[in-house]
């Protein structure tokens, strides 16, 4: 899946913040629109951060569908 996918997918979802810190490394805030749970990732690469995102958006779907 492409990252603009799984972009498009995450913004569905969370709201974004997006920094870079002086090493270059890539800061992505995900907050939660529903509930304001945030949880920040980070990577020296936009995809691998995408990645991160994207898995832990995956994960929180199941965790929150198999509490029902």
Known sequence: MRNSTKLKIIL????LSIEMDDD???HVTAINKLTGAKE??????????????FAYMKKQLK??????
């Open 40 to 53: 920040t990732f980070i990577d020296k690469t936009y995809t691998r951060v995408i990645e991160k995102v």
């Open 12 to 15: 569905e979802i969370y709201s």
């Open 24 to 26: 270059e490394a890539i």
């Open 63 to 68: 965790e929150s569908h198999s509490s029902l």
